[in-house]
C-alpha cells in the first residue's frame, strides 16, 4: 500500500485525490479540521470527491513520533513524502530542523527498516545547488544555498540518498511554487491576501512556477515506472514578479496599483523590523532569507520532465 506523508496540505492533497480514484492508499494527519478541508476538496473538484475521499485510510500520526509512525510503515509497500514546513522567517529554525530534517530521517530509517520498495521525496528548488556526488555534507552558510529552509530541504535530500545507498529505491522531485487548486496553506492564502490590496510592492526578482496537475503526474509516473535514484526538477515558466502579479490580479478583475521596491529599502525594512519584534516580542517576519528569495534573479530550467519521464508541462498562461 501507498502512504502519503503531507496528505492535507496542498499539494498531499492533490496527489491523495488522484490516486484515491483508483486505490486504497494511507495518508497521515495530525488535525480533523484539516482532513475535513480534504473531503471539502474532493467534493468540490468531482462529483464523485467524496467515493474517493472513502478510498483514503487516514492515521494520526507525527512524523516526529518514531514508534507510531513505526506501527504505520507495517502496512506500507511505497512513500510518498511531502510533509513538510516552508517558511524564511528565522524565528522557525528550531520547526524547520524538527519537521524538514528530523521528520525525514524518521521517514528514511523506516523505509530502511520496513524495506520499502520506492521512496518519492518532494523537495524544493530552494534546495538546488550544483551537486557533487562526493558531497555528502552540507552548512547553513552554504553559498549556494539562499535560505535556511533550503538548507534544510537539501539536508532532508542528504537523507533521501542515504536511503538509496541502503538499497531503497528513491526519487527525488524539485518543484518551483507550484500554482493551482486544493487545499491551502499560510503561504497561499498570504499571497490571496496580498493580491487584495489596493497597491502592490513588487521586486526585480524572478520566481520559477509549475502548476499542480504537473507535480503531481510527475510523482505518480516515478512512483510507478523502472526510474530510480533520480531528481527531478519541475519548473515549466521562470517569470519576473511584476509580471507573475499582473497575472494573477488580472485573472481575478483586481484593480491596483503597483509599485517597485528597491533591495536597499527592503534591508532597512528588515533591520527595523528586527527591532520592533524585539521591542514588541512578536514574531519577525521579514528576514534575509526572504530579501534572498524575492530578489533572485536567476532562472532554472525544468526539462526533465520531457528528457526523464516523457511528460510535458501544462500550459500556465
Not at 517569470?239 to 533591495?263: A, E, S
Request: net charge positive.
Amino acid at each position: 500500500m501507498i502512504l502519503i506523508t503531507g496528505g492535507t496540505g496542498f499539494l498531499g492533497s492533490n496527489i491523495l485525490f488522484s490516486l484515491a480514484k483508483e486505490k486504497k492508499i494511507i495518508s497521515l494527519y495530525r488535525s480533523q479540521s484539516k482532513v475535513n478541508l480534504v473531503k471539502k476538496f474532493f467534493k468540490r473538484k468531482s462529483t464523485k470527491g467524496e467515493n474517493f475521499f472513502n478510498n483514503i485510510i487516514w492515521k494520526k500520526c507525527d512524523i516526529l513520533n518514531f514508534s507510531e509512525l513505526d506501527e504505520v510503515f507495517s502496512q506500507v509497500n511505497y512513500v510518498i513524502h511531502c510533509a513538510g514546513l516552508v517558511s524564511f522567517s528565522s524565528s522557525d529554525k528550531k520547526k524547520l530542523n524538527e519537521i524538514n530534517i528530523i521528520g525525514t530521517s524518521n521517514i528514511v530509517n523506516l523505509s530502511i527498516k520496513h524495506k520499502i520498495k520506492k521512496m518519492i521525496f518532494v523537495s524544493s528548488i530552494a534546495a538546488l545547488t550544483n551537486d557533487n556526488p562526493n558531497k555528502y555534507s552540507i552548512n547553513e552558510n552554504d553559498k549556494e544555498l539562499n535560505s535556511y529552509y533550503g538548507f534544510t530541504k537539501k539536508v532532508a535530500e542528504l537523507e533521501i540518498w542515504r536511503a538509496s545507498q541502503e538499497g531503497i529505491n528513491i526519487n527525488i522531485v524539485s518543484p518551483g511554487v507550484i500554482l493551482g487548486d486544493g487545499v491551502f496553506n499560510k503561504l497561499y492564502k498570504s499571497i490571496d491576501k496580498y493580491i487584495r490590496k489596493k497597491i502592490l510592492f513588487y521586486t526585480d526578482g524572478i520566481l520559477s512556477i509549475v502548476k499542480i496537475e504537473d507535480v503531481v503526474n510527475s510523482i505518480i509516473e516515478l512512483l510507478n515506472s523502472n526510474i530510480k535514484n533520480q531528481k527531478i526538477i519541475l519548473v515549466s515558466k521562470n517569470i519576473k514578479f511584476l509580471d507573475f502579479l499582473y497575472f494573477l490580479t488580472k485573472k481575478n478583475n483586481y484593480k491596483q496599483y503597483y509599485l517597485k521596491i528597491p533591495k536597499y529599502i527592503f534591508i532597512i525594512l528588515i533591520a527595523l523590523e528586527k527591532i520592533f519584534s524585539v521591542l514588541l516580542l512578536r514574531k519577525s517576519r521579514l528576514s534575509s532569507n526572504l530579501l534572498n528569495s524575492l530578489f533572485n534573479d536567476y532562472e532554472i530550467k525544468g526539462t526533465d520532465i520531457s528528457k526523464k519521464l516523457k511528460l510535458k508541462y501544462s500550459k500556465i498562461f
